[in-house]
């Protein structure tokens, strides 16, 4: 079997997070060498240590959050067709972003002012708060951009690759299944669990949106046929007229719902 920190789509989330805590560090690293002398050359009166403190606790603040983007991003991804859940996901996470970043540097800054024998005042915090808002905002939308891409190259750049087949990670609490993705018929929600249909008659259950996980498996050639199905292209045996312009996809002996809401899955799957 393929090691999953290689091929997997797991180990390519992973991948994606590192790269993504790599190019945030240093492209944050730019920008604060650049404010520092910035700032020291609009108000020459401002002590260095003021100005290296300030920014440094403001971009490490900034670095230690990385995951967060990267952890919604998977779980809400920003293809999916609801794109209400993606904002009501990702609004009320850009402001929990910001506060906590705002509250970190506040804090870093306390303890470098503390380690000078002076003392650091944020000033009104709500008066504040929100210049900082906008600010976090272009960042939060940047990096959650960026994420979202590198995850999609990625997964792609797998699915190309046939002499290092891909596996998928079926996770229910402790217990993770590997399985190789040429092995998964269909997957199918199941309230706040997914069902995976395996070609060998299993159906474990995995807790995560069906959503999340299309955005996973989609680079691999599976289609959303239904609000609740995602099915294997390759799988696919037949197509089946249920009516009302929709149809029962076959794969083998599983059958799936074809919604007529769903029209570039049906091209898609009769090859059009």
């Known amino acids: 079997m393929t090691n999953g920190e290689e091929t997997g789509t ?8 590192w790269r993504a805590m790599a190019w945030v560090t240093l492209f944050i690293s730019a920008v604060i060498l ?6 020291l050359q609009d108000e020459p009166e401002l002590s260095v240590r003021a100005a290296v403190g300030s920014e440094v606790s403001s971009g490490l603040s900034g670095i230690a959050l990385i995951w967060m983007p990267w952890l919604l991003v998977r779980l809400a991804p920003l293809d999916d067709r609801r794109w ?8 009320p996470a850009l402001l929990l972003f910001s506060l906590l970043h705002v509250t970190g540097f506040i804090l870093l800054r306390q303890w470098f002012w503390s380690l000078a024998g002076a003392t650091y ?10 210049y900082e808002l906008r600010k976090d905002a272009l960042s939060y939308v940047g990096v959650t951009v960026g994420i979202w891409v590198a995850r999609r190259l990625a997964f792609q750049a797998a699915a190309t690759q046939p002499d290092h087949p891909a596996t ?3 996770r229910d609490g402790a217990k993770v299944i590997r399985v190789p993705i040429a092995d998964i018929l269909a997957v199918a929600s199941a309230g706040n669990y997914v069902e995976v ?8 259950l995995m807790r995560s949106s069906l959503s999340a996980v299309e955005a996973r498996l989609a680079p691999f050639g599976f289609v959303r046929t239904h609000r609740s199905w995602l099915v294997s292209a390759a799988r696919v045996t037949g197509l089946t007229p249920a009516g009302s312009g929709d149809y029962t996809v076959a794969l083998g002996s599983l059958e799936a719902p074809l919604s007529r809401r769903f029209p570039a899955a049906l091209m898609r799957l009769r090859g059009g």
């Open 10 to 17: 797991d180990g390519q989330d992973w991948a994606v997070f």
């Open 121 to 130: 005042d944020f000033g009104p915090f709500l008066d504040r708060f929100p």
């Open 34 to 39: 650049v404010n520092i002398f910035t700032v």
């Open 197 to 204: 249909h395996l070609a060998d008659g299993r159906k474990p």
């Open 168 to 170: 998928f990670d079926i």
């Open 84 to 91: 209400w859940r993606t904002l009501a996901v990702h609004g």
